[in-house]
């Protein structure tokens, strides 16, 4: 599976961007997949995954209400939209897949078996 991160860019705090993760292949909809983000210095860090069968969307707590995971998985592609920015959340964002992950590791990075190249989201003050 090979994916493709789009749609970063610049936006003023409190302005929205919706992110997309474009993959290859015509097994999309048998992975889970979720968005991690990386600021300079920081760990990179999960922010909302989406499982592949039950469509159960999960989201880190600095998210929760702001940002939405979705997919469409006739088109192989997962989206963030991203409401409410915050300068804490510029960073690089990350879609990720893994075929099989319990629900207790969406959160985890050595969960994923394929990661996209990122794409950067800066948030201005």
């Known amino acids: 599976v090979q994916l493709q991160a789009s749609g970063g860019g610049l936006v003023q705090a409190g302005g929205s961007l919706r992110l997309s993760c474009a993959a290859s292949g015509r097994t999309f909809s048998s992975y889970s997949m979720s968005w991690f983000r990386q600021a300079p210095g920081k760990e990179r860090e999960f922010v909302a995954g989406i499982k592949r069968s039950s469509g159960s969307t999960y989201y880190a707590d600095s998210v929760k209400g702001r940002f939405t995971i979705s997919r469409d998985n006739a088109k192989n592609t997962v989206y963030l939209q991203m409401n409410s920015l915050k300068p804490e959340d510029a960073a690089v964002y990350y879609c990720?897949?893994?075929?099989?992950?319990?629900?207790?590791?969406?959160?985890?990075?050595?969960?994923?078996?394929?990661w996209g190249q990122g794409t950067q989201v800066t948030v201005s003050s």
């Open positions: 990720a897949a893994a075929a099989g992950v319990i629900t207790s590791r969406i959160q985890t990075r050595h969960s994923y078996d394929y």
